[in-house]
């Protein structure tokens, strides 16, 4: 790509934002360095890696962790060099966030093939991190058990420091010498241990002295008994250092004997973090995946690839104030001919198209809206700013024409060409010329080709040219400021008679200069400005569409919603009432075999019984038949309008069919059977009379049913256990209330063993109840003792 071109672009300026998001410093130098391809494949399969990237940055965090660019360590330890601690602790930390990657993303290759092919790439350890780690403690320092030797030595150390602080310390604590002490400490002095002597009682101790304080008044000295034990240390001291560096220079060469791999994984590891940083960039700017194409215009044709770009944002402005633009030129244009006012936009809509082209083609996702597309350019150019250059005494003019016979030269169909006030600096007519002339050369070369101008001129022959298309950014007006929206297939308008008046200039001035433009130009204005209106009028009443399209599928949806909860609340119900029906069945028919066995052993004819056995059977197969869940309709409504009272209708949700006895605006009052509902009208299906809507039987059953009524059931039993009599009592009060007006058969109440004082309680209020028929002691399957069975009357 042509690199004055992307400086032009301020391509520069995108690269150091997304070195922002490197987590070290080889990907930082892989951002900074990053250029567009021209390979449709190379660039299709970097946008891949971003896509990859983003993914899984969404999915979980993800990143290189605390890895270092170890590349010059590495090398230092192949010439034999001794790394240092803190370099040794960079390569492990380095390998060990390169193993955990490597297996992070073996166990998802299918997933993210492209990123586990890089993480292939990632160096094994080879027993690298083992060996720092056996030597080093976590803050760098080597550690006793690095080597038998070393641990030795340190011993030793320990053992004649304390020998020799031992016999300092006399001196600091004996009355002797105390007093002719500065300070009674042991202190250092070029690494031998020392007292603070004060300068007047020099020679009163047998003594080397290594030392005196800037006064003077202190002297550092070494007592003579001590020499040889300072002499010990030191020894040590020095063979420690070097058995040290010896353990240094020992896994410093296992380093240096992997330097083509750890090199080469430093890199496999910055391209990965590469692309996690493009994930963020992305992230931040809200950009999409752009959709390349491949490039196979011919000079001959008009068959460009698509270029589409929705809702494109410069990527360096403010994403809070930037006005999005649509670039969605109709097939086969090989030119875009912008117009419209001085810092109306018409310079940033020309960078945003080369700027997001260039960024699609480095593997960048873009600020587009999704499904946004665009060719796959082998070269792009642009001629954009003032080119002039006293140092080279070139006008602005001069400057323009330079570099674009510089890009004339290079550039060819495969090319997207980018010109901003084309033709201007010079004479105006002479400009136009030029202009017209350079456009007429890209239009026969095939290079797609974007062009800013105010020259009117360009307007009339984008107009009448094959593959040339008009555009303009719109101007308000009644605020003078531009609106930066950017509109394909209508010319731009200077609108300076209309600024002029707006500022003030006379009326009388205006006419004049009206009277000295061609009518046919004004007219030609007015008919834009008519078109303009029209356009945006039209643009107005989309939006409006749309918002109400968008609210009425909001609507469907939490309609949708509901019916599916209320089918969900009916289903619930239904499978209750069907549970109740089965308890109930079963009551039944151990009451039918006790009544048999009680006519059997009173040699009675059991034919009197088998007509009501076969009505428990029919309820039977009617209580055990499942409760499917319905699809609701929401588009129903529009066919059950102009319900009349008395009618005969179904309640799609219940499912069971009833009388309108009362109407609404939205809802209706439906009597089915010995209940009253409301429910909405797009709930209610009207009969007709080639087809009855499935009944549902449970409704209608009267005494045979298992259900009596379908009203707000309390369910079938209620627990009074661990409740005082009188509370248990108002308790059981308001369920035997509620059982009753609910129709329920029979109903269980739970009042535990224990004493029998509220189990006495509880049958005493049940004796002469009014909606009590009976009641009994409960089956040894109910609860026995602890709960009482009362028969209700019917209601």
């Given amino acids: 790509m042509d690199s004055k071109t992307l400086n032009v672009l301020e391509y520069p300026k995108i690269l150091e934002r997304l070195a922002g998001f490197c987590d070290f ?17 190379l660039a299709t399969a970097c ?85 720092i780690t056996r030597i080093l403690s976590d803050r760098g320092e080597i550690l006793d058990s690095a080597s038998p030797k070393l641990g030795d030595i340190r011993r030793s150390l320990r053992v004649a420091q304390d020998r020799l602080m031992t016999r300092l310390q006399k001196y600091v604590t004996d009355a002797k010498t105390v007093s ?69 220079a020992e896994v410093s060469s296992q380093v240096g004997e992997h330097v083509t791999e750890l090199k080469y994984g430093v890199e496999n590891l910055a391209v990965l973090d ?98 946004s597309e665009l060719p796959c350019f082998h070269s792009v150019y642009a001629d954009i700013g003032d080119e002039q250059s006293i140092e080279q005494s070139l006008s602005t003019f001069s400057g323009h024409i330079t570099n674009i016979i510089r890009i004339l030269k290079k550039m060819d169909h495969r090319s997207l060409v980018i010109f901003d006030e084309l033709g201007s600096g010079t004479d105006p ?20 080709t974007l062009v800013a101008t105010h020259y009117p001129e360009l307007k009339t022959f984008a107009h009448s040219t094959d593959g040339v298309v008009n555009a303009s950014l719109e101007f308000d007006i009644k605020t003078l400021r531009p609106t930066y929206k950017l509109t394909l297939g209508l010319p731009g308008r200077s609108n300076a008679l209309l600024i002029a008046q707006k500022l003030g200039l006379p009326q009388s001035i205006i006419d004049s200069a009206k009277a000295e433009i061609n009518p046919l130009d004004l007219r030609a204005d007015k008919l834009l400005d ?39 609340e009916r289903r619930e119900t239904l499978a209750k009432a069907r549970a109740e029906g089965e308890l109930e069945v079963a009551v039944l028919k151990q009451n039918m075999d006790s009544l048999k066995h009680q006519l059997k052993k009173a040699k009675q004819p059991l034919e009197a019984i088998k007509a009501i056995e076969e009505k428990i059977e029919k309820i039977e197969e009617k209580v055990e038949q499942p409760v499917e869940r319905q699809t609701s309709n929401v588009q129903r409504s529009t066919f059950n309008e102009g319900f009349k009272l008395g009618e005969r209708v179904s309640v799609g949700t219940l499912n069971a069919e009833g009388v309108v006895t009362a109407l609404g605006e939205s809802d209706a009052e439906v009597q089915i059977g010995t209940l009253r509902v409301r429910a909405r009208l797009s709930d209610l299906i009207r009969e007709s009379a080639g087809e009855k809507p499935l009944r549902n039987t449970q409704y209608e059953i009267r005494k045979e049913s298992v259900i009596h009524r379908p ?84 209601g």
Avoid: W
């Fill in 47 to 131: 946008i891949a890696e971003t896509t990859e990237a983003r993914k899984l940055l969404s999915m979980q965090s993800t990143g290189i962790g605390a890895a270092h660019d170890i590349r010059p360590q590495a090398d230092l330890a192949a010439r034999g060099g001794v790394l240092d601690p803190h370099a040794l602790l960079d390569v492990k930390s380095t390998l060990i966030s390169c193993r955990d990657l490597k297996k992070s993303f073996e166990k998802r290759t299918d997933e993210y093939p492209r990123l586990t092919q890089i993480a292939l790439g990632l160096p094994e350890t080879h027993g690298l991190v083992d060996a």
């Fill in 711 to 794: 009203s707000s059931s309390p369910g079938m039993e209620v627990d009074l256990r661990g409740l005082m009599s009188e509370d248990a009592l108002d308790k059981m009060e308001r369920y035997l209330e509620q059982s009753y007006l609910s129709g329920l058969p029979f109903v269980r109440i739970i009042h535990g063993k224990g004493t029998g004082k509220l189990r006495q309680a509880v049958r005493e209020a049940l004796r002469g109840h009014e909606y009590v028929k009976s009641f009994e002691e409960g089956g040894s399957t109910e609860g026995g003792e602890g709960v009482t069975v009362a028969k209700l009357n019917a």
């Fill in 429 to 448: 007519q002479e400009g136009a010329a030029i202009a017209r002339a350079i456009l007429s050369h890209l239009l026969e070369t095939g290079a797609l």
């Fill in 274 to 371: 590469l692309a996690f940083a493009k994930a963020k960039y992305a992230e931040e700017l809200h950009a999409s995946e752009p959709m390349l194409h491949v490039l196979k215009v011919e000079r001959s044709t008009l068959n460009l690839q698509p270029l589409q770009l929705i809702d494109a944002r410069h990527p360096l402005l403010d994403p809070n104030t930037v006005v999005p633009i649509d670039v969605d030129p109709a097939p086969g244009t090989r030119a875009i001919v912008i117009t419209g006012p001085n810092t109306g936009g018409k310079t940033v809509s020309l960078k945003t198209v080369g700027l997001l082209v260039v960024m699609a083609q480095s593997g960048l996702h873009i600020p587009v809206q999704s499904g």
């Fill in 180 to 248: 002719m002490l500065q300070e009674p400490i042991v202190t250092q002095r070029d690494g031998r241990y020392v007292i603070p002597l004060r300068a007047e009682f020099k020679g009163k101790i047998k003594s080397i002295i290594h030392d005196q304080s800037s006064s003077g008044a202190t002297l550092f000295i070494e007592p003579l008994p001590v020499v040889e034990a300072n002499n010990e240390i030191r020894e040590l001291q020095l063979a420690q250092r070097d058995e040290e560096r010896r353990i240094l």
């Fill in 25 to 41: 410093s080889a990907s930082m130098d892989l951002a900074r360095a990053l250029e567009p391809t021209s390979s449709y494949e």
């Fill in 530 to 568: 008519d078109i303009r209106k029209e356009r945006n009028r039209t643009s107005r009443e989309r939006e409006k569409l749309e918002k109400a399209r968008g609210k009425l599928e909001s609507q469907t949806r939490d309609l949708e919603k509901r019916l599916e909860k209320i089918e969900d």
